[in-house]
């Protein structure tokens, strides 16, 4: 009573006292400054449901479910407060009008699984029930087949997804899953279950091989369910249920699932999907590789499209694998969807972030203090914002909270900033130009539109130099080889800014493009032994590398990293020790940098016999072997990078003659090209020049015999030998 005198005379805590009062069992005091609150504040859902609940307690239905129908006029969707009004009416002894609520309540989240348990407690059936299957049956049978699969570690017995879509869009889905374990990597694995975020539990135990089945344990501590006592031979069934909402931003749009029927290590004996939607519903359907035909029939007044694939065996798992949708079978069930829209509601979603606010403006300002052009501005707030702000969270943070927790979207605080100085830019967003493409007249695939980029305009009439934020060490300008001349989509952000749509990224910059490049003088004798004098020069991705070692790596350990990474791959079999090494342009991230050092070397020669023998490729030059290390391929493969090679070696020898240099070569084909000229200077001089390139891109299984051709002939070349006397 004191407590509650005390706060009476302090603002603002009448819902405090309120709450004092019901726990006391004063419910009149309590439904006073209840209705008090209200009175104030009419739409306040708290209040109402409290007002609600202390009916409830007085065992006064009718009331409560009064109050609860004024919380669903303000939140009609609110599923809580439409289970609570059901509940409530059963406990009232009204199975009727709790039935009606839940209809009425599944006609607005029909995904809800908590309502459709209640429904089916007051009678009204699940329809997803007829999507279900019972696992132990099939179990039997195929332990009665006594399929092979020789080599498995495990095998999906059934490996199976159900979803059921309603008008709204909603969906509830059912992934359905029965392994047989062989190996003791696979009892691993099954040891214990997580189940997946959002995930409802139906089904989880081990089918012994007598048959019997064994429930899982909660064991305190751990997040998920052990299953004890697994054996080889034993099976592990579970069942998840998912439920999705509609997509708020982009009413009518499903994108349901792409399902794989064959697995790159796991044997499928039986691999289905199956989807049941209204016929006003058009959904679309992408089929890969070799996927089943779609079977159509009804499931009542649904249409229910179903594929089916049985023994599917495992792929296997090959290098530099291509995507993984190009080698198995696979269908995407999807509806239409206006790339426009998509990209309208991506804007929505991260308008309200490309606000400002006078701390961001003052910033601008100050770190563009003395940049008298639009390209010295971006270069200082580019430079300022990958160095001071760590890369988190997506786009829809806002430049202010990014600004303030120097935490976030880069790219979005950097917009934001170059706005504030009149430096216009476009947020792109790119997708990998060696990535799975859409099928024609099939699905956009616009979520592989992911990688976002600001397209920043310098000067008029110019086209936009393309800026990403990922890293530090990569000059603005700069394109990987996956972006060069890719497809990618503009976000209209601002009404300024030019329509939403496709464009395209232009082709990487020369002078940024990837290279490495050897300049290297040997002054050798007779025993092979003398000094090489070298620069390498790197641009692009090799370059960006090296100078993000250069960040990291302690000043006195820099020559050592160098001569492991460098220098060691320098006259394969001789060995050299450092004893300069200069590096140029480590900060100026638009000049190539520069490795500039002196070595004493020795074993460059092999003496036979009088005859000094030594390789012709100073440095390795075949980057197609990286790629072709297989005897054949089953699958198709990606060569996503290989910077152009470039070496001038020029070998000054004394006391002896070349007497047999290597011979000029030229390579050239569709996988890329090899050349090599050999200039003899005065007696004991040889210059050998070389450049090797290899044609990046996506490829199928049938043209490795043709990456194999091209780099054994490079390695016929380098494998030449320089004969001196």
């Known amino acids: 009573d004191a407590l509650a005198l005390d706060l009476e005379r302090c603002p ?20 006073a400054l209840l209705l008090k609150l209200l009175a104030r504040t009419p739409d306040d859902v708290d209040v109402l449901e409290e007002l609600a609940e202390l009916e409830i307690a007085e065992g006064k239905y009718d009331a409560a479910i009064a109050w609860r129908k004024k919380i669903l006029a303000l939140r009609p969707f609110g599923a809580r407060t439409l289970l609570a009004t059901a509940d409530v009416q059963a406990q009232s002894g009204d199975p009727a009008a709790a039935r009606a609520s839940v209809t009425q309540a599944l006609e607005k989240i029909p995904q809800s699984s908590a309502l459709r348990t209640i429904a089916e407690g007051l009678g009204l059936p699940d329809d997803l029930q007829k999507l279900r299957v019972d696992g132990l049956p099939l179990v039997a049978a195929y332990r009665a087949g006594k399929f092979d699969y020789e080599g498995a570690g495990e095998v999906l017995i059934l490996d199976r997804s159900a979803i059921r879509v309603y008008e709204d869009g909603s969906q509830r889905q059912i992934v359905h899953t029965i392994a047989e374990l062989r190996t003791k990597e696979a009892i691993d694995r099954y040891g214990e279950i997580v189940p997946p975020n959002g995930a409802r539990v139906l089904t989880l135990h081990t089918i012994k091989a007598d048959g019997s089945v064994f429930e899982p344990e909660s064991i305190p501590g751990k997040d998920g369910l052990s299953l004890r006592g697994l054996q080889i031979g034993d099976v592990v069934e579970y069942e998840w249920l998912f439920e999705r909402e509609p997509l708020g931003l982009l009413p009518g749009y499903l994108d349901l699932t792409t399902f794989r029927f064959q697995s790159a290590d796991t044997p499928f004996h039986v691999s289905e999907l199956h ?12 089929r890969r590789a070799g996927a089943p035909a779609t079977v159509e029939a009804r499931l009542g007044d649904l249409v229910l499209k179903s594929w089916k694939v049985e023994r599917s065996p495992r792929l296997g798992v090959e290098p530099q694998m291509r995507h993984v949708l190009e080698e198995v079978p696979s269908v995407r069930v999807y509806t239409d969807v206006d790339p426009a829209k998509w990209l309208q509601s991506l804007a929505l979603r991260m308008y309200t972030g490309q606000r ?65 100085v009149g430096v216009k830019s476009e947020l792109w967003l790119a997708r990998d130009k060696f990535g799975l493409d859409p099928l024609p007249g099939g699905s956009p695939m616009l979520e592989a539109y992911d990688v976002p980029i600001l397209a920043v305009h310098l000067a008029d009439k110019q086209a936009p130099l393309m800026v990403l934020t990922g890293s530090k ?6 394109l990987m080889p996956a ?71 302690d ?77 054949e391929r089953k699958t198709g493969w990606v060569m996503p990078y290989a910077p152009v090679l470039e070496a001038s070696v020029t070998v ?74």
Request: proline fraction near 6%.
């Open 483 to 553: 972006l060069s001349q890719t497809r990618a989509m503009r976000v209209q952000l601002e009404e300024s800014d030019p329509a939403p749509g496709p464009v395209q990224l232009p082709a990487a910059a020369p002078e940024l493009a990837d290279r490495r490049s050897y300049t290297l003088d040997l002054e050798l004798g007779r025993d092979g032994a003398g000094t090489l004098r070298g620069a390498i020069e790197l641009q692009g991705m090799e370059a960006a590398a090296w100078r993000d070692v250069l960040r990291t790596l």
């Open 473 to 478: 060490v990569m000059p603005t300008g700069y």
């Open 555 to 631: 000043e006195d350990r820099i020559k050592e990293g160098f001569e492991r990474a460098e220098l060691g791959a320098i006259l394969l079999g001789a060995s050299a020790d450092l004893v300069d090494l200069d590096i140029e342009h480590k900060k100026d991230l638009h000049k190539p940098l520069r490795l500039v050092f002196t070595a004493n070397i020795r074993g460059v020669f092999v003496d036979q016999g009088g005859e000094l023998l030594m390789r012709a490729n100073a440095v390795p030059m075949n980057m197609g072997l990286n790629y072709a290390s297989l005897p």
């Open 12 to 31: 603002g805590t009448t819902g405090s006292r309120a709450r004092l009062a019901f726990r006391r069992g004063r419910n009149d005091e309590a439904r």
């Open 652 to 725: 000054k020898l004394a006391g002896a003659r070349f007497t047999a240099p290597p011979a000029d070569a030229t390579i050239e084909g569709p996988f890329g090209a090899y050349r090599r000229t050999v200039a003899t200077g005065p007696a004991g001089e040889l210059t050998i020049k070389t450049r090797s390139s290899l044609v990046i891109g996506s490829y199928p299984a049938a043209r490795y015999p043709e990456l194999v051709d091209h780099a054994r002939k490079v390695k016929a070349a380098e494998d030449q030998i320089v004969r001196a006397r």
């Open 356 to 420: 400002g606010n006078p701390e961001l403006r003052t910033l601008a300002k100050n770190l563009t203090k003395g940049a008298d052009t639009p390209r010295a501005k971006l270069e200082a707030l580019w430079s300022w914002v990958v160095e001071e702000v760590e890369e988190a969270g997506d786009m829809t943070t806002a430049a202010t909270v990014t600004l303030s927790a120097r935490k976030g979207s880069r790219l979005v605080l950097l917009r934001a900033l170059l706005r504030e």
């Open 275 to 286: 989807i049941a939607h209204p016929a006003s519903i058009p959904l679309k359907v992408d």
